[in-house]
Structures are given as structure tokens and as C-alpha cells.
């Protein structure tokens, strides 16, 4: 049997954060007045060492048996009110905040009584939530003390070492016959001009002699599974086969420069790359008296980003075979040359001290190389040249490494635009990813020279060294968990999860049970809102809190403005609306916001709920395409918009009373933009029928 809440409302003034916009005495008069509230207090500041020492001791007076704080944002506090509970004895997950300063105070400054009004609302929701979350413990694991670094470059080599070092066992996978990525194949390091050899020789040969590092060469990644306490690794090549397990994963793959076939007459022999220049260089003088650099050559307009390490490349090497040849005639000619630090600028000086011309090009009129000549019409003198060669050389950019979209998929993580693997928000997180066992080092997140690769990987190898050292993995998350009374065993769960999180297991009878393991779940909600059946509840996000929450919203009186329900996702839209809040950014006091784990949480019936509760307009503000932080959530959520937007046009209502946003949670003015419009067009439109 259900216990009956007793829920305790903390109104914090803020000082004056909160209670300098809304009326904070009379929201504590009319939130008494709702279900289940047993006790209301204001205080100056409920995250204060005194505010927490009075919420413990309501718990333990009052009996209270759910907490809701009225104050700010859960995206900051959260924690720590959670923490104040479960110090009181009150499971941390029987906690719910109302965010009434960023989402009131902050942004409906001018409107106190408007403010007033929508916090109470807030409230309201919170406590409607607050009478039906459940109890729920932490999942712990403890963590395979080992790791596996992929890619046995410069990042690799150097990850594995740090790890070693460390005390603990690395398995060091490369696909190629031998290790040392690119550095292994070029002639001297900017900046210290040191042999490239002597570079990557002095970490291989650290990286041989360590007991505790396994080299597996000409070997790939097969198979990969699991979660940050124990990945399940199978490798293979060369006709051997293996499999081990781990407890932290370096992704150490770097990148390669992409091909020119068929770009500047090259041929390998008389047009060739920069790479092909180390390669010669390594093996003696260049036997050139002409040569033509032609920088960023394949560099499509659509390929936006620019690697700082080829413009070092051409400078370095430009500069070598002049050293090498004083009477070479070299020239550099670049649409764009990215000098990056000071070294760079002082080379540019010295090679230009040393007569190497520098010839500016214009994207229409790129450089041709005919038989004997490079033709190029300098931006600079307006003149069209005719160059002499013996050797051209190209600058193709640095892409990334193939497989890198096969790993990534085993990994369930994205990769960006151009196929490299980012951080999961580099602004606001950097040097995160999704996973906590899984880390990106090196070229494999973007083009990097050696000095900003061995500091990635240093970064990621202490990163992974703590996740090893802690040694168990805690999931507070809320985690989905299947009804086996209601599943009928049809798999649509199982293709949903972007985690593997689900499988099919032989139930009683001849019924196939679907089953979610709690570490490997993430609690994005997109299989609860897939289950066709409904036998599945994403804990503190179940469908009847969420229906709570809406209810609630919309229950306050009419004022006569349409009713605008947000349904956000953490990452994007309510981190935007935070964002919004702290920077004081003014948008319509009708809006009430929900915050969600994922865009994908939010049910098509939750948004008919909405309406048929009075809601206007409905806007559901999700993270942009490639930007979900659970792979493929807002497409989901995209797909299932669309279908509803059908289905009410089918029923004759206005389908722009529903839209969708792309936001990013660092783009506040967006989110602004976009809820103030929506709620301009729903002005327009009217109440709903
Ligand atoms: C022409 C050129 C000149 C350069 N000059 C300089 C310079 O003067 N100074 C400087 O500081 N930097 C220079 N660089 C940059 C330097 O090469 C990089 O910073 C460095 O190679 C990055 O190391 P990495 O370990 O990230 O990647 P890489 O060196 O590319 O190593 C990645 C490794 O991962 C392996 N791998 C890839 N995919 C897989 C997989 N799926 N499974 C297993 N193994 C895999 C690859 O085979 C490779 O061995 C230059 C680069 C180029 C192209
Ligand atoms: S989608 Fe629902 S009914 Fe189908 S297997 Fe998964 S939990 Fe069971
Ligand atoms: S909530 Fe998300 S991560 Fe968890 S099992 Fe469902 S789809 Fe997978």
C-alpha cells in the first residue's frame, strides 16, 4: 500500500534574487493550500548552511517523506538539496525542485504579479510530481581495473604509458604492422625541429619495455559491449582473435590527410603531398630547383574547419629545403594560411628573409598546374604567374581516420560534422563524453600537432586513471525498468535503445521478456515512450509524474493569455532556459516549462494531454541534429512530432499549435526568440477549440 505523501515546500527567497520579483509571502499562503503540502517555509537562502540544517530538521520533526524546494535552478542545486535529504534519512530521489528564479524572477522582471502567478504554478507542478516519486536506490559496480587504448600513435603510445604508469594493465591496440601513427612517417618536428624518429622511438621503445602494456599490432576492434564498469572487448586480425575485458577505453585513432587523386595533376612522382615530402626529406636531399607549394589544395568550401598543422607544415618544410638549397626558388601560394603562436609568425618572417615567395590566391581563381608550369593569379600585384617546376607540393587537410564511423557506433557515440569525435559540449563540458569510461585523445577528436596531442592524452589518461582508481561506478540516473506483467516481448524496445541497454530474454512460457540492464541505461525515456504496451517507467519521469506535471501547469486560473506549454530537454532547450534566466533575457509570462531527460521522453499522449488540460500550444525545444546526447533521441522525438502534427491537422486543428526547436543550451537569445514567437503565433491563432 502506498504511503500517503507529506510533502515540504522550501520557498527561497534568494535574498533578493527571487523575492525582488515575486511575492514570496503570499505564494507560501496559497501553497498550503495544496494536496498533500504538510508544511511550507520561506527562507533567505535554503541552500545556505542554516537554510539545510532547517529542511533536516523538518524531515525529522514533520515526518515529511517528499521535499520540494522552491528556489532555482535543479541544474546547479539539485545535488545538494538531494544530498540535505538523504542526510535527514529521506531517499535523495523523493526530492523535486520548482525553478522559480531562473524561470520567474530572472525573466518576468517586470511583471510581479504575472511572475507570482506562474511560480505558483511551478510549484504546483513540483508538488504534483512530488506526491507520486518513489523511493529508488543507487546502482553500483565495481570497475575492471584495466584499460584499452585504441590507435598506437603519438596519443596512443602516450595514454597507454600514463595508464601503465599508473599501476594499471593496457591493452594497446593499432591496425597497423608496426606503431607510431603519422610521426613515424615524417622528417623533423616544428617546433623544436627534433627527428620525428628520435620523437616516436623514445615512447615506443618506453611503451615495449613496459610490463604492464599489451601491444596487439595489425589488430582492429571486433566487438565491443558493456558499460563503464566492465566493457566486454573482442579484437581480432590477422587471423588470431581475442577477447578481455576493461574498465576504460582511450580512443587514440588520430586522423589521416585525405587523398588528392585527380587534384593538381598529381601523380606521386612530380606533384606530391607534404606527407610524401617527409618521406623524401627522411630519406635524403630533394633534388628540386623550382618547387610550388599549393596550401589547403582539396580543401572543400564545405570542409569549414582549417588544420594549424599543415600551415606549420609548409612553413617548416619550405624552410628545410631551402636551408638545404639556398639557390631553390620556393614558393608558398595559399588561399588562406592560419599562423598559429608566435613561432609561426617568426617562421613566416624567416622564410620570407630567405626569399620563399608567399602568393595569395582568391577561391575563384585557384592555381593550375599544367607541364612544366603553375599558373596563378596573385590577389596581391594583380598579376597572373606563370611558374616553373621541378616538385609541387600539396597541403590536403587532415580528415578523419577511416573506420572512425564503425568504432563510434560501437562505442554509441557521435561523431560531428566532418567524422571526428567531439566532447560532448565544449564549451560546457570539455573532455566529456556520455560514457564515463570512454575518452577521446589526439587527431581522433581534430587535427592537433604533437605538442596539443600528448597534452589530450595526458588529459584523457588521467581522466581514465581516476574513473580506474575509484574503482566502482555509481548510476543515480533514473533508470527505465520494465513491467513484466504488461511486456508482450515485441522487441521495439530493443531497436530503440541507442545503448543496448535492452534485450529479449526467455520469459515463462514461450513469451520473450524484455529486460534493461540498470548500468547500461542512460535514461533518455525513448524506449518507455516506443513501448506500445506501456510496460516500461522511466523512475522520476513516469508517464502518470509527468501527466501530474502538465495537469498541474494548466490548472491555474485563466487570465485571458493563450497557455503555452514547454516540454524541454535538460541538455538544449531548459539548459537554454537557464541560461536565459541568469542573463536576464525577457520573454512571455504565459510559458510554463517542463524539463525532460531527453526530447525523446515526451509521449505524443503527454502533448494530447496538454491540450485536452487547456493548453494553446504546446513547443517541444530539443538538441540539434548529431547533437543528442543519447545518439538518435531528438530524431525520435522529431518523427513522433510530425506523425502528431498529422494526426491533428486529420482532426481538423491548427498543426502550428505544436512545433519543434533545434536548441543549444548555450544559445539562450534562440530559445527567446523562438518561445516568444511561438507564443506571439498562438496569440494570433487563438484559444483552442
Ligand atoms: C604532413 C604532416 C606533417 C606534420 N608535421 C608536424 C610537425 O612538424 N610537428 C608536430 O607537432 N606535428 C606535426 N604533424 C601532426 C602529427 O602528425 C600529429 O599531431 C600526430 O600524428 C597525432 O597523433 P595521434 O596519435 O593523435 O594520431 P596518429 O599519429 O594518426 O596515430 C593514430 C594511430 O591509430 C591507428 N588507428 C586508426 N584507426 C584505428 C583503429 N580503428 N583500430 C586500431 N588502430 C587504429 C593508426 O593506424 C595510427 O597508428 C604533422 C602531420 C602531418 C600529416
Ligand atoms: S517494447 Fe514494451 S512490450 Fe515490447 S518488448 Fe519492449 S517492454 Fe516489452
Ligand atoms: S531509457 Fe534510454 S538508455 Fe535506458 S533502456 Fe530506455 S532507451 Fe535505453
Same mark, same amino acid.
Request: glycine share 8%.
Given at each position: 500500500?502506498?504511503?500517503?505523501?507529506?510533502?515540504?515546500? $522550501?520557498?527561497?527567497?534568494?535574498?533578493?534574487?527571487?523575492?525582488?520579483?515575486?511575492?514570496?509571502?503570499?505564494?507560501?499562503?496559497?501553497?498550503?493550500?495544496?494536496?498533500?503540502?504538510?508544511?511550507?517555509?520561506?527562507?533567505?537562502?535554503?541552500?545556505?548552511?542554516?537554510?539545510?540544517?532547517?529542511?533536516?530538521?523538518?524531515?525529522?520533526?514533520?515526518?515529511?517523506?517528499?521535499?520540494?524546494?522552491?528556489?532555482?535552478?535543479?541544474?546547479?542545486?539539485?545535488?545538494?538539496?538531494?544530498?540535505?535529504?538523504?542526510?535527514?534519512?529521506?531517499?535523495?530521489?523523493?526530492?523535486?525542485?520548482?525553478?522559480?528564479?531562473?524561470?520567474?524572477?530572472?525573466?518576468?522582471?517586470?511583471?510581479?504579479?504575472?511572475?507570482?502567478?506562474?511560480? %505558483?504554478?511551478?510549484?504546483?507542478?513540483?508538488?504534483?510530481? /512530488?506526491?507520486?516519486?518513489?523511493?529508488?536506490?543507487?546502482?553500483?559496480?565495481?570497475?575492471?581495473?584495466?584499460?584499452?587504448?585504441?590507435?598506437?600513435?603519438?596519443? #596512443?603510445?602516450?595514454?597507454?604509458?600514463?595508464?601503465?604508469?599508473?599501476?594499471?594493465?593496457?591493452?594497446?591496440?593499432?591496425?597497423?604492422?608496426?606503431?607510431?601513427?603519422?610521426?613515424?612517417?615524417?622528417?623533423?618536428?616544428?617546433?623544436? *625541429?627534433?627527428?620525428?624518429?628520435?620523437?616516436?622511438?623514445?615512447?615506443?621503445?618506453?611503451?615495449?619495455?613496459?610490463?604492464?602494456?599489451?601491444?596487439?599490432?595489425?589488430?582492429?576492434?571486433?566487438? %565491443?559491449?558493456?558499460?563503464?564498469?566492465?566493457?566486454?572487448?573482442?579484437?581480432?586480425?590477422?587471423?588470431?582473435? /581475442?577477447?578481455?575485458?576493461?574498465?576504460?577505453?582511450?580512443?587514440?585513432?588520430?586522423?589521416?590527410?585525405?587523398?588528392?587523386?585527380?587534384? $593538381?595533376?598529381?601523380?606521386?612522382?612530380?606533384?606530391?603531398?607534404?606527407?610524401?615530402?617527409?618521406?623524401?626529406?627522411?630519406?635524403?636531399?630533394?633534388?628540386?630547383?623550382?618547387?610550388? *607549394?599549393?596550401?589547403?589544395?582539396?580543401?572543400?568550401?564545405?570542409?569549414?574547419?582549417?588544420?594549424?598543422?599543415?600551415?606549420?607544415?609548409?612553413?617548416?618544410?619550405?624552410?628545410?629545403?631551402? !636551408?638545404?638549397?639556398?639557390?631553390?626558388?620556393?614558393?608558398?601560394?595559399?588561399?588562406?594560411?592560419?599562423?598559429? #603562436?608566435?613561432?609561426? !609568425?617568426?617562421?613566416?618572417?624567416?622564410?620570407?628573409?630567405?626569399?620563399?615567395?608567399?602568393?595569395?590566391?582568391?577561391?575563384?581563381?585557384?592555381?593550375?598546374?599544367?607541364?612544366?608550369?603553375?599558373?596563378?593569379?596573385?590577389?596581391?600585384?594583380?598579376?597572373?604567374?606563370?611558374?616553373?617546376?621541378? %616538385?609541387?607540393?600539396?597541403?590536403?587537410?587532415?580528415?578523419?581516420?577511416? #573506420?572512425?564511423?564503425?568504432?563510434?557506433?560501437?562505442?554509441?557515440?557521435?561523431?560531428?560534422?566532418?567524422?571526428?569525435?567531439?566532447?560532448?559540449?565544449?564549451?560546457?563540458?570539455?573532455?566529456?563524453?556520455?560514457?564515463?569510461?570512454?575518452?577521446?585523445?589526439?587527431?581522433?577528436?581534430?587535427?592537433?600537432?604533437?605538442?596539443?596531442?600528448?597534452?589530450?592524452?595526458?588529459?584523457?589518461?588521467?581522466?581514465?586513471?581516476?574513473?580506474?582508481?575509484?574503482?566502482?561506478?555509481?548510476?543515480?540516473?533514473?533508470?527505465?525498468?520494465?513491467?513484466?506483467?504488461?511486456?508482450?516481448?515485441? #522487441?521495439?524496445?530493443?531497436?530503440?535503445?541507442?545503448?543496448?541497454?535492452?534485450?529479449?530474454?526467455?520469459?515463462?512460457?514461450?513469451?520473450?521478456?524484455?529486460?534493461?540492464?540498470?548500468?547500461?541505461?542512460?535514461?533518455?525515456?525513448?524506449?518507455?515512450?516506443?513501448?506500445?504496451?506501456?510496460?516500461?517507467?522511466?523512475?522520476?519521469?513516469?508517464?502518470?509524474?509527468?501527466?501530474?506535471?502538465?495537469?498541474?501547469?494548466?490548472?491555474?486560473?485563466?487570465?485571458?493569455?493563450?497557455?503555452?506549454?514547454?516540454?524541454?530537454?535538460?541538455?538544449?532547450?531548459?539548459?537554454?532556459?537557464?541560461?536565459?534566466?541568469?542573463?536576464?533575457?525577457?520573454?512571455?509570462?504565459?510559458?510554463?516549462?517542463?524539463?525532460?531527460?531527453?526530447?525523446?521522453?515526451?509521449?505524443?499522449?503527454?502533448?494530447?494531454?496538454?491540450?485536452?488540460?487547456?493548453?494553446?500550444?504546446?513547443?517541444?525545444?530539443?538538441?540539434?541534429?548529431?547533437?543528442?546526447?543519447?545518439?538518435?533521441?531528438?530524431?525520435?522525438?522529431?518523427?513522433?512530432?510530425?506523425?502528431?502534427?498529422?494526426?491533428?491537422?486529420?482532426?481538423?486543428?491548427?498543426?502550428?499549435?505544436?512545433?519543434?526547436?533545434?536548441?543549444?543550451?548555450?544559445?539562450?537569445?534562440? $530559445?527567446?526568440?523562438?518561445?516568444?514567437?511561438?507564443?506571439?503565433?498562438?496569440?494570433?491563432?487563438?484559444? *483552442?477549440?
Amino acid at each position: 500500500m502506498e504511503t500517503e505523501a507529506k510533502i515540504g515546500v $522550501f520557498i527561497c527567497d534568494c535574498g533578493t534574487e527571487i523575492a525582488g520579483f515575486i511575492e514570496t509571502e503570499a505564494l507560501v499562503d496559497r501553497v498550503r493550500d495544496l494536496p498533500h503540502v504538510t508544511l511550507v517555509q520561506r527562507g533567505l537562502y535554503h541552500c545556505s548552511k542554516k537554510g539545510q540544517k532547517r529542511i533536516r530538521q523538518a524531515i525529522a520533526e514533520q515526518g515529511l517523506n517528499r521535499v520540494v524546494v522552491a528556489g532555482c535552478t535543479p541544474r546547479t542545486h539539485e545535488p545538494l538539496f538531494r544530498a540535505t535529504c538523504e542526510a535527514a534519512g529521506l531517499n535523495g530521489s523523493l526530492f523535486e525542485m520548482a525553478n522559480i528564479r531562473e524561470q520567474c524572477a530572472w525573466v518576468h522582471a517586470a511583471e510581479r504579479e504575472g511572475a507570482t502567478a506562474k511560480a %505558483l504554478d511551478l510549484v504546483r507542478m513540483a508538488v504534483a510530481k /512530488a506526491a507520486l516519486l518513489e523511493a529508488r536506490d543507487k546502482v553500483e559496480a565495481t570497475v575492471t581495473p584495466a584499460a584499452l587504448v585504441i590507435g598506437a600513435g603519438t596519443a #596512443g603510445l602516450t595514454a597507454a604509458l600514463t595508464l601503465a604508469n599508473g599501476g594499471f594493465p593496457v591493452k594497446l591496440v593499432e591496425r597497423e604492422r608496426e606503431v607510431g601513427g603519422l610521426v613515424r612517417k615524417l622528417h623533423t618536428l616544428y617546433p623544436t *625541429m627534433q627527428r620525428a624518429e628520435e620523437f616516436i622511438s623514445e615512447r615506443i621503445k618506453a611503451v615495449q619495455s613496459n610490463p604492464n602494456i599489451e601491444v596487439l599490432t595489425q589488430t582492429q576492434i571486433l566487438d %565491443l559491449s558493456g558499460s563503464a564498469s566492465n566493457y566486454h572487448v573482442t579484437v581480432g586480425g590477422n587471423g588470431h582473435r /581475442a577477447a578481455f575485458d576493461v574498465g576504460a577505453i582511450i580512443v587514440a585513432t588520430g586522423a589521416q590527410p585525405s587523398h588528392p587523386n585527380g587534384l $593538381f595533376r598529381y601523380d606521386g612522382r612530380r606533384v606530391i603531398t607534404q606527407l610524401e615530402l617527409e618521406s623524401k626529406l627522411k630519406a635524403g636531399p630533394v633534388d628540386a630547383q623550382h618547387i610550388v *607549394m599549393i596550401h589547403g589544395a582539396g580543401r572543400e568550401e564545405e570542409r569549414l574547419y582549417s588544420s594549424s598543422v599543415y600551415c606549420m607544415t609548409v612553413l617548416k618544410n619550405a624552410i628545410l629545403l631551402k !636551408e638545404m638549397k639556398p639557390e631553390a626558388c620556393i614558393s608558398i601560394l595559399f588561399g588562406d594560411l592560419q599562423s598559429f #603562436g608566435e613561432w609561426c !609568425e617568426d617562421e613566416i618572417v624567416r622564410a620570407r628573409q630567405r626569399g620563399i615567395k608567399f602568393i595569395h590566391f582568391g577561391p575563384e581563381s585557384k592555381p593550375v598546374v599544367k607541364g612544366d608550369v603553375v599558373e596563378v593569379h596573385d590577389l596581391l600585384s594583380g598579376a597572373d604567374l606563370s611558374l616553373p617546376y621541378d %616538385l609541387v607540393v600539396l597541403s590536403t587537410p587532415l580528415v578523419a581516420s577511416d #573506420g572512425a564511423s564503425t568504432l563510434a557506433s560501437m562505442l554509441h557515440i557521435p561523431l560531428d560534422d566532418y567524422g571526428f569525435f567531439p566532447d560532448v559540449h565544449v564549451r560546457l563540458r570539455p573532455r566529456n563524453y556520455i560514457d564515463p569510461g570512454i575518452y577521446i585523445c589526439g587527431n581522433a577528436h581534430y587535427p592537433a600537432d604533437t605538442n596539443e596531442s600528448l597534452f589530450q592524452a595526458y588529459s584523457a589518461a588521467s581522466k581514465a586513471l581516476h574513473h580506474l582508481s575509484v574503482g566502482v561506478v555509481t548510476s543515480e540516473a533514473p533508470v527505465a525498468v520494465v513491467d513484466e506483467r504488461l511486456c508482450t516481448g515485441c #522487441g521495439t524496445c530493443v531497436e530503440t535503445c541507442a545503448f543496448q541497454a535492452i534485450s529479449l530474454e526467455k520469459g515463462e512460457g514461450v513469451l520473450s521478456m524484455s529486460r534493461i540492464a540498470p548500468l547500461l541505461c542512460k535514461g533518455c525515456g525513448n524506449c518507455v515512450t516506443a513501448c506500445p504496451s506501456k510496460a516500461i517507467a522511466l523512475q522520476s519521469a513516469t508517464d502518470r509524474q509527468l501527466l501530474a506535471q502538465i495537469g498541474a501547469a494548466l490548472a491555474g486560473p485563466q487570465d485571458g493569455k493563450p497557455r503555452v506549454l514547454g516540454l524541454l530537454c535538460q541538455w538544449s532547450g531548459y539548459a537554454a532556459a537557464d541560461l536565459a534566466g541568469a542573463r536576464r533575457l525577457q520573454y512571455p509570462s504565459n510559458v510554463r516549462l517542463i524539463r525532460g531527460g531527453c526530447s525523446a521522453r515526451f509521449d505524443p499522449h503527454h502533448i494530447l494531454w496538454a491540450f485536452l488540460n487547456g493548453a494553446d500550444g504546446v513547443f517541444l525545444g530539443a538538441c540539434e541534429p548529431g547533437e543528442c546526447h543519447y545518439v538518435l533521441g531528438n530524431q525520435y522525438a522529431e518523427s513522433r512530432i510530425n506523425g502528431l502534427q498529422e494526426m491533428l491537422t486529420a482532426a481538423g486543428f491548427d498543426a502550428r499549435r505544436l512545433q519543434l526547436a533545434w536548441l543549444k543550451p548555450d544559445e539562450p537569445e534562440d $530559445f527567446v526568440t523562438a518561445i516568444t514567437a511561438f507564443t506571439a503565433s498562438i496569440e494570433k491563432l487563438g484559444p *483552442m477549440a
